[in-house]
């Protein structure tokens, strides 16, 4: 089968890297590139957790055709922590135990990120309505609510990442 | 047997391709398709997709607008034109859906989807095809005969403006809330003159295989001022006619007796 070759960036280094026919982003996010931060849950753009951004804005990797994605800004969870500093959101998801076994955790992030890149000061509402795309069947949802809440007053969710 | 996809520059050349293979589909969001896609779907070999701008962009012509089929529901919500189909684009999925699913796969959209395209039908909208110069089809053509253009391009849909903001009402109907599938939708446009409906058009999402007009309601509505009584009357044939699909969410039967009610609240809410 015919390869392709996309160029684009993933968390501001450029990446180069050949995509079949039909490939989704999710896996040429995992498999080409090694990125193994955004999940696969359902294929079926229901569960959220392979959302990544692209040019600042929640997507379903799965869902997405992956050449589709040429010459675009990418940002998944492996480009939210600056070194050993953790974003904002990832201190608070820890220190709310927003996480319990995780696996919702990249696409909640990711969604979380979207919305404070854009409304640095949500209401509760504005949370709930920014992940209502993203299923958890751990935690309840409140301790995620409460954890972007958190991230949001601490006010340096916008600084890095 | 594994997808291949073909990129076209421009609309006209990826409508020629469209319509010379039966079992190519044109790439929109890729909400729909590409879940076909991981699912293994069979009926389809090829995936063609355009580059062109043109096709994401909305623009004001005569009394209404001309949304391109690339349009997303995100940059619907964000359109200062578009303020009456905020609401009806807000509904659709969530954030991230709404940023990739656009207008015109939302008209191809199969039942219990297909909200956008309730709307457009009571709004009248008309369907434009990429490289027919002539004049649109009316979106009621359009989706009855559905599966006849699924080898067809669609460039854009015109719409034309609800006279004033209270004119067009729209109500999706979910257990999920705020991001659930429908159990129906409901659009109503209500023109009044001199205190009397005018050219009422009602449209069901997700109660046929495709958004359809409720035809007994809009008699029911027409000439009559929208009070109590005329709601109860239009209430009362919610469903003539009508033989709504049991599905995952929701039975026939519940369908039935559910649409009556929030039709009369929908008839009934102030300006909003
Ligand atoms: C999790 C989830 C939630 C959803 N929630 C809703 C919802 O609440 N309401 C709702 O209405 N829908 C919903 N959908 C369905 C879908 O996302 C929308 O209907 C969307 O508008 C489809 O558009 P798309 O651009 O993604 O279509 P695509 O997947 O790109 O295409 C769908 C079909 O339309 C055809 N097509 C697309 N564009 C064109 C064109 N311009 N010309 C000719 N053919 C074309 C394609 O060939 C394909 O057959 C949901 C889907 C998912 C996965
Ligand atoms: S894996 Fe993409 S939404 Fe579930
Ligand atoms: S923590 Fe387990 S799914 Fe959310």
């Given at each position: 089968m015919a390869k392709?070759?996309?160029r684009f960036h993933l968390n501001g280094s450029e990446k180069a890297v050949f995509v079949e026919d039909g490939q989704n982003l999710l896996d040429m996010l995992r498999r080409g590139i090694g990125d193994l931060t955004p999940k696969y849950g359902c294929g079926q753009g229901t569960c959220g957790t392979c959302t990544v951004l692209?040019?600042?804005?929640?997507?379903l990797s799965c869902l997405t055709l992956a050449e589709t994605v040429?010459?675009?800004q990418l940002t998944t969870t492996a480009g939210l922590a600056s070194g050993n500093r953790l974003h904002a959101l990832q201190a608070a998801f820890m220190e709310g135990f927003a996480a319990q076994c995780g696996y919702c955790t990249p696409g909640m992030?990711?969604?979380?990120?979207?919305?404070?890149?854009?409304?640095p000061n949500p209401s509760r509402q504005e949370v709930v309505e920014a992940i209502s795309g993203n299923i958890c069947r751990c935690t309840g949802y409140e301790p995620i609510i409460n954890a972007i809440l958190e991230a949001a007053k601490s006010g340096d969710a916008r600084h890095y990442g | 047997m594994p997808v291949r996809v073909e990129t076209y520059e421009r609309l006209d050349e990826a409508a020629r391709a469209l319509a010379s293979s039966r079992t190519a589909r044109f790439l929109g969001g890729g909400t729909l398709i590409m879940r076909a896609v991981n699912a293994g779907d069979q009926s389809f070999d090829t995936i063609i997709r355009a580059r062109d701008a043109n096709w994401s962009a909305i623009r004001a012509e005569g009394d209404g607008f001309v949304i391109g089929a690339g349009v997303t529901m995100a940059a619907v919500v964000a359109s200062r034109d578009l303020v009456f189909l905020a609401p009806v684009a807000r509904s659709v999925g969530g954030p991230a859906i709404r940023n990739m699913a656009t207008i015109g796969g939302n008209l191809f959209a199969a039942s219990p989807y297909g909200d956008f395209a309730a709307a457009l039908l009571a709004l009248g909208a008309t369907v434009n095809l990429a490289g027919?110069?002539?004049?649109g089809i009316p979106i009621d053509d359009f989706l009855r005969d559905r599966e006849r253009h699924a080898t067809s391009l669609v460039q854009s849909v015109s719409v034309p403006r609800p006279r004033d903001a209270s004119a067009f009402r729209f109500v999706k109907v979910?257990?999920?809330?705020?991001?659930?599938?429908?159990?129906m939708s409901i659009a109503a446009l209500l023109p009044q003159m001199g205190g009397?409906?005018?050219?009422?058009r009602i449209a069901y999402g997700a109660m046929a295989p495709t958004p359809i007009r409720v035809t007994a309601v809009e008699r029911a509505l027409e000439g009559q001022s929208l009070d109590i009584a005329t709601i109860e009357r239009a209430a009362a044939v919610a469903t003539e006619g009508i033989d709504p699909p049991t599905d995952a969410l929701a039975s026939s039967w519940y369908r039935r007796e559910v649409a009556g009610v929030h039709l009369k609240r929908l008839l009934s809410a102030e300006r909003r």
């Open positions: 392709k070759p996309v692209i040019d600042g804005e929640p997507h040429e010459g675009r992030l990711m969604a979380a990120k979207a919305l404070l890149d854009r409304n | 027919s110069s002539g004049r979910s257990r999920v809330k705020p991001k659930g599938i429908s159990l009397r409906l005018q050219g009422a």
